[in-house]
């Protein structure tokens, strides 16, 4: 009989089953290899699947943490650390602020007495761009300005003129795959912040098998940065206007951007290979 891997469908960035982003998790004793990681990945067929061992006593990190979409292994991901996380405190392995070992570097994640999970992130440091020729072709919609989000991330951020914009995009996917080494962040402000959160976005990653991400916490390490700026304040909300939206609160705190939501485990069952 082949062994069985204890595998979980967890909700992040959001407070209720069938919104926010999901993501796979599965905790294991130490990594399999790559091949088996990526079958895994494609049968999930979510975002990302992420993997995660416990790591010897003291060391710089608890875990080991690996990040793979349905195609291939990605540098960072935030809604999937945060997944980790809430299985590893609602399962009861890990308690307070635990720390991961990942291709970013040591990542952060602190549980709180409300529910909620916040992950300390690399912030992403942010560089104008020229517009890139045909991207408003294949966005469908002219950005006003344009900016790489460096390494950790790998996509281009565009503004657009307003929410409505950012809402109302039909993008060209197959298109959207030259402008950038993973995707597009499209933002733009919020029209009424009354409504509990300061800006908008919409995250597009073709070339990694993904056409619309719901909820990027790796979008919003650049996203916070941009609208700090902007709006002049470091603790901000986003709010990712995908299907199935998700809210992410953020705090720039210099070269570490601090991403706060909640999760919910919706499936939990047994892999069988």
Request: hydrophobic fraction near 40%; charge should be negative.
């Amino acid at each position: 009989m082949p062994t069985s891997h204890r595998i979980r469908i967890v909700d992040a960035f959001t407070d209720r089953p069938f919104a926010g982003n999901p993501a796979g998790v599965l905790l294991l004793d130490a990594f399999p290899d790559d091949t088996w990681l990526q079958h895994v990945a494609r049968e999930v067929n979510h975002a990302e699947t992420a993997f995660a061992h416990p790591l010897p006593t003291g060391g710089d990190a608890d875990w080991a943490l690996r990040w793979f979409t349905p195609t291939t292994e990605v540098d960072l991901c935030g809604h999937a650390t945060l997944a980790t996380a809430h299985v590893l405190h609602a399962t009861g392995a890990a308690s307070g602020t635990v720390r991961f070992t990942t291709r970013s570097g040591v990542l952060t994640s602190t549980a709180h007495e409300d529910g909620t999970l916040t992950l300390g992130f690399p912030t992403a440091p942010l560089t104008a761009a020229e517009l890139p020729d045909g991207i408003a072709e294949a966005l469908g919609a002219e950005p006003l300005r344009a900016y790489d989000t460096g390494r950790n991330v790998g996509d281009l951020l565009v503004e657009l003129a307003d929410e409505k914009t950012v809402r109302s995009l039909a993008p060209d996917h197959r298109a959207l795959v030259r402008y950038s080494e993973r995707g597009i962040i499209a933002t733009a402000a919020a029209e009424d912040p009354s409504l509990g959160y300061d800006f908008v976005s919409r995250c597009f990653f073709p070339r990694v098998g993904i056409d619309e991400d719901p909820v990027t916490g790796s979008a919003h390490t650049a996203l916070a940065p941009f609208w700090s700026e902007r709006l002049g304040r470091t603790e901000l909300t986003g709010l990712q206007a995908s299907a199935r939206t998700g809210l992410v609160r953020t705090e720039l705190t210099g070269d570490r951007t601090l991403l706060t939501g909640r999760a919910v485990t919706v499936i939990e069952g047994e892999l069988f290979a």
